[in-house]
């Protein structure tokens, strides 16, 4: 997580943790946790906002809040609130958040299928939220009919990346046997889980390999991209490296380290690996040799399809 998106995410914190304070007395969501921003120490999400599931009160503050009072039984829910109040749109949504949270860049508001909550994205998080921005929830919105969890649809889908925007050319290029299935990979040298993508893509045929260096999690990680992607035989000197250990000799050169960094940032690439496959599917980590040839497998033949 950049340094920037982490100090916009404390100030979302704050601005919760003070909301929740001056409202000691504010009714929760019957049979859900207290609505308490808990401390970093005490099991705080990357959000900065309570425990997965819990609806959290936001900085009152103008007129509209007004309609999400507790019911005439004393009890309040999601879907009174959301029944209550005028039907908003997803851009007054936006501007009610960053109003209640100034700083925090908001990347787009969508309407959800429960009536009245709205989806906030932030970077690559989401938060749900009414249509006053009265209460602000973390966690997974599940479709009880299908068993759907439309959160975790929709996070696949907000990470996925068109394949021909990728800057292959910009990338270390392996070719196994025909090379028909393709995979791109951001990696930085000093990862353990990238070593062990390429002990496992040792027992994968027919692949072609696209090595984006990314050097996040060492001091010494940008100089080993460079000195790697500054060799005579780039790809001999990744592979010796990640499979062997030869530290690749000192060299210069002009490289594409830095453009592939801006790349990752925009999009919210915070560890590696981050495998990209062709239809633009992503996923984060390494992955045992079953999954991943059955991944490519299924990628290239639903392609072949088209």
């Known amino acids: 997580m950049s340094f920037v998106f982490r100090r916009r995410v404390a100030m979302l914190a704050l601005a919760v943790s003070g909301a929740v304070a001056g409202l000691a007395h504010a009714q929760a969501v019957p049979g859900a946790a207290p609505a308490v921003a808990e401390s970093a120490s005490a099991g705080q999400d990357a959000a900065g906002l309570a425990s997965p599931g819990v609806a959290v009160p936001a900085p009152q503050g103008d007129s509209a809040s007004a309609s999400s009072g507790p019911s005439a039984s004393g009890e309040s829910s999601l879907a009174q609130v959301a029944l209550a109040v005028p039907k908003a749109s997803v851009a007054q949504v936006k501007g ?78 392996q070719v196994k046997g025909n090379g028909e299935r393709v995979l791109v990979a951001f990696e930085d040298p000093n990862c353990g889980y990238c070593k062990r993508l390429h002990e496992t893509l040792n027992e994968v045929d027919n692949v072609t390999v696209y090595t984006l260096l990314y050097p996040i999690l060492s001091p010494d990680s940008k100089d080993k991209s460079r000195n790697i992607w500054c060799a005579p035989d780039r ?57 991943l040839v059955e991944k490519l497998d299924s990628v290239h033949q639903a392609l072949a399809k088209k």
């Open 96 to 173: 009610r958040f960053e109003t209640r949270f100034p700083g925090i860049e908001i990347a787009a508001v969508r309407e959800t299928p429960f009536p009245g909550l709205f989806e906030v994205q932030v970077g690559m998080d989401l938060l749900y939220s009414d249509a006053d921005v009265s209460y602000v929830m973390q966690g997974s919105l599940i479709d009880a009919q299908s068993r759907v969890d439309l959160t975790s649809a929709r996070l696949v889908e907000l990470s996925q990346v068109p394949f021909d925007q990728l800057p292959l050319d910009k990338a270390i290029k």
């Open 235 to 291: 790809v001999a000197a990744w592979r010796n490296w990640m499979l062997d250990g030869v530290v690749p000799p000192e060299a210069q050169c002009e490289t594409p380290i830095e453009d592939i960094a801006a790349l990752g940032r925009q999009m919210t690439i915070r560890g590696t690996p981050a495998l990209f496959f062709a239809d633009g599917s992503r996923v984060n980590g390494a992955m045992p040799l079953t999954a």
